[in-house]
Nanobody, 124 residues
Framework: QGQLVESGGGLVQAGGSLRLSCTVSGRTFSAYVMGWFRQAPGKEREFVAGIDWVGKTTSYTDSVKDRFTISRDNAKNTLYLQMNNLQPTDTAVYYC?????????????????WGQGTQVTVSS
């Protein structure tokens, strides 16, 4: 069975940076559209960023544009999320997900496989 494993979360002060990684095993990584989602306590899981198979098309939710960058390295089967100028409102569990869709979608329903999540906490 395939696995998605996130890493890189942690505690950071407002204005700081973190880089999340998601390593995919057991699946043909380059065949999937990939996405990052997050879920804060008491809230629904929300789309953060997505990227197509070759890394040419990306999509971001408005609140992270110009602060977060999604990228992928198909040779390493790894997805990344560079997060800069983090704010307390970014505090959440961050999940990577893989989609068999042909488009970079924002709905959780479009994503077929999920990691276990990594906690990101931003202090003020």
């Amino acid at each position: 069975q395939g696995q998605l494993v996130e890493s890189g979360g942690g505690l950071v002060q407002a204005g700081g940076s973190l880089r999340l990684s998601c390593t995919v095993s057991g699946r043909t990584f380059s065949a999937y559209v990939m996405g990052w989602f997050r879920q804060a306590p008491g809230k629904e899981r929300e789309f953060v960023a997505g990227i197509d198979w070759v890394g040419k098309t990306t999509s971001y939710t408005d609140s992270v544009k110009d602060r977060f960058t999604i990228s992928r390295d198909n040779a390493k089967n790894t997805l990344y999320l560079q997060m800069n100028n983090l704010q307390p409102t970014d505090t959440a569990v961050y999940y990577c997900a893989a989609s068999r869709s042909s488009v970079v979608g924002r709905s959780t329903h479009l994503y077929n496989y999920w990691g276990q999540g990594t906690q990101v906490t931003v202090s003020s």
